[in-house]
């Protein structure tokens, strides 16, 4: 099957040298692209600036906005069969680049406007033989975002993650579907359940959405 993986964050420029960003790894990413591989899947993986080790044998399309990032999942997406959306992106871009760097010393703001919410556009180009899975980071308790998510940006399965395990290796994932059943796999490090996420995301061709 191939498989398109997105991972790390994206950084959104402020002036040359400063830009807003979030502190994902990309390791989530980068395990599911090791094990995607291991199971002898085809692998592109779309991933900005991270410092986790990526793993080789996989097609690597590095990106920095959340606006590169949305061109390349739209223009890789019609090529593969699984979309697995495990990337941070920045909510929230400059609007104004500036073109020099900005000097210190007196009170400033810096006025955003929303990035392009890459996976709703993806579910909304989506075909019956392909399958989106995306991630939800809430606070614990949250979950009733992820779901609503899942509706809302037509996606097949969505991976309720607390906020608290972002930085961690540990991940204490909830599992959700479009039919209403949730799984929680017992507690594990991102390589583990990285290779419980691919196995479930394969099953999900079985069904219908
Ligand atoms: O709405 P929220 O950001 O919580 O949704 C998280 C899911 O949406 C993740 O799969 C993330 O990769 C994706 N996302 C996106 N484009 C954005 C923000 C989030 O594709 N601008």
């Known amino acids: 099957m191939r498989v398109l ?78 979309l697995i959306m495990a990337a941070a992106v920045a909510d929230f871009r400059p609007v104004r680049l500036e073109s020099r760097k900005l000097s210190r010393g007196q009170a400033m703001s810096i006025e955003c406007e929303p990035t392009e919410d890459i996976v709703a556009a993806a579910g909304a180009t989506k075909r019956p033989d392909q399958r989106i899975v995306g991630f939800s980071l809430e606070a614990r308790g949250d979950i009733d975002r992820a779901r609503e998510k899942l509706v809302r940006k037509n996606l097949d399965m969505v991976v309720y993650n607390p906020i608290e395990t972002m930085e961690s290796q540990a991940i204490e994932p909830v599992l959700l579907w479009r039919d209403g059943r949730s799984e929680t796999p017992p507690g594990q490090g991102k390589g583990e359940f990285a290779k419980l996420l691919l196995d479930r995301s394969i099953l999900l061709f079985n069904r219908k959405t």
Do not use: C, W
Not at 15 to 34: C, E
Not at 35 to 53: D, F, K, M, Q, Y
Not at 58 to 80: G, K
């Open 5 to 82: 993986i997105t991972a790390g964050p994206t950084r959104e420029p402020i002036d040359p040298v400063r830009y807003i960003g979030n502190r994902s790894s990309g390791k989530m990413g980068a395990a599911l692209a090791a094990a995607a591989i291991a199971a002898g899947h085809e692998v592109t993986l779309i991933v900005g600036p991270v410092s986790a080790a990526i793993p080789t044998g996989i097609r690597r399309i590095d990106i920095e906005t959340a606006a590169q990032m949305h061109a390349a999942v739209l223009r890789e997406f019609p090529e593969h069969e699984l």
